[in-house]
């Protein structure tokens, strides 16, 4: 679905994806720019929305503290979430949700995020990952069934993946589900760690459906059906407010028609699920980095130390001001991310697991250097920054951990984007197959393409930047053909070996991860510059900060490509584990 980019709504090029074509050395300026803007109908449910829970949730600081203590949210709270309406916040109007686009649901998590993180994951585990299956792959009737229960909160949510035996390897669940004569299926296994797990009156389950190696199908099950159970609630390290808990079902009779998605395609539905819940997760990181920022200048501007706010301080301004480059990036990335969902994009999963990791990485250092520059203060629970720094933490572990994820943007770029380009399809899966026969293929195109080239893709696009902006896309735009002539290298290094090669990936990810973050940074400051004209040459500034950032880490990231201490790494490593304990003592 391609619609004006001029308008900020739908992207040019919808079968294109950004983040896999920046292995290949090409920026796909069209899916990048202008920065997408809010849908009209978002804005004006938004603008009573976030007013509303700010009203609401502010003056609650105290019982947050204490939900948190008792690791409980009690039931008149989660009834006020329902009666606010936060359960229905993405489900279509016709079902009696509030019909936000993706853009919009994360905008409201932000602002749920920087109250309290727990209520986010309540309603962020119902919406984003809960009962999401049910809006991508429901039929009508499943429709019709759950969703109004869904969007009034009577039902809530939880997603049921993970095993005690199966974390990262979702592949390898145990639960299984048998086809009854009649057609229904009989349901048995347990799942762990289910946020919502005590609250839930659905969940999307995920079962083997052909034997132990056989293939997975999605499931939506009732918790008032007999066999399903949830254990006690887990006493968590953060977000200890929000229910986890172990769910069990024993031969549970699921009728045919709760099958979700086709049989045997479970694993395309779960990872369906998890790519397009990512914003919900991005955007309660950014609304957390928000409430960080404000809470540090706040407290730099009030704490006086040798006769001077501490705000005077080179070190105390270092982290105020990292923290703002950092938030900026992950919300350019996030919303940019939530377009490409909400206008149709056929593929967003890299750019959906990028923007997943470099906010959740973001915001565990906001958390760690609001907590510094409060120090004393951020320490004591009185105040919100060691909530913070304990609630943001789950972020690079669940809904995929980020070494998994870094892993997925890096083998997706180098193996996918052949697919991206027709004509270059076979050359590129040579790479594959035969990496002498595929070499040369990625460099080649790109510094083809960079000499068809005046400067940052189109003439249209740099002409129109800011010399501050431009500068950045000229970043990128060597940044990008070193990434395509790097993964060319690694790719003629290690063939098909380049699967098992997790420090060369984790910095070609990382090469990509930059690349995308900061492009979409890129894009955000330039529509700022023309529409916030108090602070969008500040909203530029951060931008060629970012690209200054990144590209330092860029050149160490490919020089290390080629230079490193792997090896060395690699051999300490075994000899640790081989010895089991850390085998030196002064004594
Ligand atoms: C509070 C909380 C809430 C959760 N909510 C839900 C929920 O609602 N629904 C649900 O289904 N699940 C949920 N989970 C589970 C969560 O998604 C998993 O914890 C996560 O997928 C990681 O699995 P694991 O903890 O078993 O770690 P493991 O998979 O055992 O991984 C351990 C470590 O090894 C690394 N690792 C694993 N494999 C590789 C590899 N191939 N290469 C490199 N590194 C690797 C990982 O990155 C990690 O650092 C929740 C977990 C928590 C803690």
Same mark, same amino acid.
């Given at each position: 679905?391609?619609?004006?980019?001029?308008?900020?709504?739908?992207?040019?090029?919808?079968?294109?994806?950004?983040?896999?074509?920046?292995?290949?050395?090409?920026?796909?300026?069209?899916?990048?720019?202008?920065?997408?803007?809010?849908?009209?109908?978002?804005?004006?449910?938004?603008?009573?929305?976030?007013?509303?829970?700010?009203?609401?949730?502010?003056?609650?600081?105290?019982?947050?503290?204490?939900?948190?203590?008792?690791?409980?949210?009690?039931?008149?709270?989660?009834?006020?979430? #329902?009666?606010?309406?936060?359960?229905?916040?993405?489900?279509?109007?016709?079902?009696?949700?509030?019909?936000?686009?993706?853009?919009?649901?994360?905008?409201?998590?932000?602002?749920?995020?920087?109250?309290?993180?727990?209520?986010?994951?309540?309603?962020?585990?119902?919406?984003?990952?809960?009962?999401?299956?049910?809006?991508?792959?429901?039929?009508?009737?499943?429709?019709?069934?759950?969703?109004?229960?869904?969007?009034?909160?009577?039902?809530?949510?939880?997603?049921?993946?993970?095993?005690?035996?199966?974390?990262?390897?979702?592949?390898?669940?145990?639960?299984? /589900?048998?086809?009854?004569?009649?057609?229904?299926?009989?349901?048995?296994?347990?799942?762990?760690?289910?946020?919502?797990?005590?609250?839930?009156?659905?969940?999307?389950?995920?079962?083997?459906?052909?034997?132990?190696?056989?293939?997975?199908?999605?499931?939506?099950?009732?918790?008032? +059906?007999?066999?399903?159970?949830?254990?006690?609630?887990?006493?968590?390290?953060?977000?200890?407010?929000?229910?986890?808990?172990? %769910?069990?079902?024993?031969?549970?009779?699921?009728? /045919?028609?709760?099958?979700?998605?086709?049989?045997?395609?479970?694993?395309?539905?779960?990872?369906?699920?998890?790519?397009?819940?990512?914003?919900?997760?991005?955007?309660?990181?950014?609304?957390?980095?928000?409430?960080?920022?404000?809470?540090?200048?706040?407290?730099?501007?009030? #704490?006086?130390?040798?006769?001077?706010?501490?705000?005077?301080?080179?070190?105390?301004?270092?982290?105020?001001?990292?923290?703002?480059?950092?938030?900026?990036?992950?919300?350019?990335?996030? +919303?940019?991310?939530?377009?490409?969902?909400?206008?149709?994009?056929?593929?967003?999963?890299?750019?959906?697991?990028?923007?997943? %990791?470099?906010?959740?990485?973001?915001?565990? #250092?906001?958390?760690?250097?609001?907590?510094?520059? /409060?120090?004393?203060?951020?320490?004591?629970?009185?105040?919100?920054?060691?909530?913070?720094?304990?609630?943001?933490?789950?972020?690079?572990?669940?809904?995929?951990?980020?070494?998994?994820?870094?892993?997925?943007? /890096?083998?997706?770029?180098?193996?996918? %984007?052949?697919?991206?380009?027709?004509?270059?399809?076979?050359?590129?899966?040579?790479?594959?197959?035969?990496?002498?026969?595929?070499?040369?293929?990625?460099?080649?195109?790109?510094?083809?393409?960079?000499?068809?080239?005046?400067?940052?893709?189109?003439?249209?696009?740099?002409?129109?930047?800011?010399?501050?902006?431009?500068?950045?896309?000229?970043?990128?735009?060597?940044?990008?053909?070193?990434?395509?002539?790097?993964?060319?290298?690694?790719?003629?290094?290690?063939?098909?070996?380049?699967?098992?090669?997790?420090?060369?990936?984790?910095?070609?990810?990382?090469?990509?991860?930059?690349?995308?973050?900061?492009?979409?940074?890129?894009?955000?400051?330039?529509?700022?510059?023309?529409?916030?004209?108090?602070?969008?040459?500040?909203?530029?500034?951060?931008? +060629?900060?970012?690209?200054?950032?990144?590209?330092?880490?860029?050149?160490?990231?490919?020089?290390?490509?080629?230079?490193?201490?792997?090896?060395?790494?690699?051999?300490?490593?075994?000899?640790?584990?081989?010895?089991?304990?850390?085998?030196?003592?002064?004594?």
């Amino acid at each position: 679905m391609a619609a004006d980019p001029k308008h900020g709504q739908g992207t040019h090029r919808p079968e294109l994806s950004v983040a896999k074509n920046l292995f290949f050395g090409e920026i796909v300026e069209e899916n990048l720019f202008p920065y997408p803007e809010l849908r009209a109908k978002d804005r004006e449910v938004l603008g009573m929305m976030v007013e509303s829970i700010d009203d609401f949730l502010k003056p609650r600081e105290k019982a947050f503290r204490e939900y948190d203590t008792n690791a409980h949210q009690p039931d008149e709270y989660v009834q006020a979430l #329902r009666d606010m309406g936060l359960f229905g916040l993405i489900i279509p109007e016709e079902h009696g949700g509030l019909g936000l686009s993706n853009g919009g649901y994360a905008r409201v998590l932000a602002q749920t995020s920087s109250h309290d993180s727990s209520t986010s994951l309540t309603i962020g585990a119902h919406s984003s990952i809960g009962m999401k299956g049910v809006l991508l792959f429901g039929t009508d009737a499943q429709k019709a069934q759950y969703l109004p229960r869904l969007a009034s909160g009577e039902l809530i949510a939880a997603f049921c993946l993970t095993e005690s035996g199966s974390g990262s390897d979702a592949a390898s669940i145990r639960t299984k /589900a048998v086809k009854n004569p009649d057609g229904s299926w009989t349901l048995s296994g347990e799942k762990i760690w289910i946020t919502n797990g005590g609250i839930a009156g659905l969940f999307t389950v995920f079962a083997k459906t052909e034997g132990a190696d056989g293939k997975m199908s999605a499931f939506i099950v009732e918790a008032g +059906w007999p066999g399903v159970s949830h254990g006690p609630h887990e006493d968590k390290m953060g977000i200890r407010a929000s229910s986890t808990t172990t %769910v069990a079902f024993s031969d549970v009779r699921v009728p /045919a028609e709760n099958l979700l998605g086709e049989e045997g395609k479970g694993f395309k539905v779960a990872m369906s699920i998890l790519n397009n819940g990512r914003t919900g997760l991005g955007g309660g990181a950014v609304g957390g980095m928000k409430q960080l920022i404000a809470l540090s200048t706040a407290q730099a501007k009030d #704490r006086k130390q040798f006769g001077r706010p501490i705000a005077d301080f080179g070190l105390v301004r270092e982290k105020i001001a990292q923290m703002t480059v950092d938030c900026f990036a992950a919300e350019a990335a996030v +919303w940019m991310v939530a377009h490409y969902i909400d206008s149709g994009m056929d593929d967003y999963s890299v750019e959906a697991a990028m923007s997943k %990791v470099f906010a959740s990485d973001a915001i565990q #250092r906001a958390a760690h250097e609001a907590l510094q520059i /409060a120090a004393g203060n951020g320490f004591m629970k009185e105040y919100p920054y060691e909530r913070q720094t304990r609630d943001s933490r789950i972020l690079s572990i669940f809904e995929g951990t980020n070494e998994i994820l870094r892993l997925y943007v /890096a083998l997706s770029g180098l193996k996918d %984007v052949g697919t991206q380009l027709g004509g270059l399809k076979h050359a590129v899966s040579d790479i594959f197959s035969d990496p002498i026969k595929g070499f040369g293929v990625l460099s080649g195109y790109a510094s083809r393409r960079l000499s068809q080239r005046t400067g940052f893709g189109t003439d249209k696009i740099i002409s129109q930047l800011s010399p501050t902006l431009r500068k950045a896309a000229e970043v990128y735009e060597k940044s990008v053909v070193e990434l395509a002539n790097a993964s060319d290298a690694v790719l003629k290094k290690y063939g098909k070996g380049i699967a098992d090669q997790q420090y060369a990936l984790k910095r070609l990810g990382d090469v990509g991860i930059d690349l995308f973050v900061g492009l979409c940074a890129l894009s955000r400051a330039a529509s700022l510059e023309t529409s916030d004209k108090k602070n969008g040459a500040q909203a530029s500034r951060l931008a +060629w900060l970012f690209a200054k950032q990144a590209r330092r880490r860029i050149v160490r990231n490919l020089r290390q490509l080629e230079k490193n201490d792997d090896a060395t790494m690699d051999e300490v490593a075994g000899f640790m584990l081989e010895e089991g304990r850390y085998p030196w003592d002064v004594i």
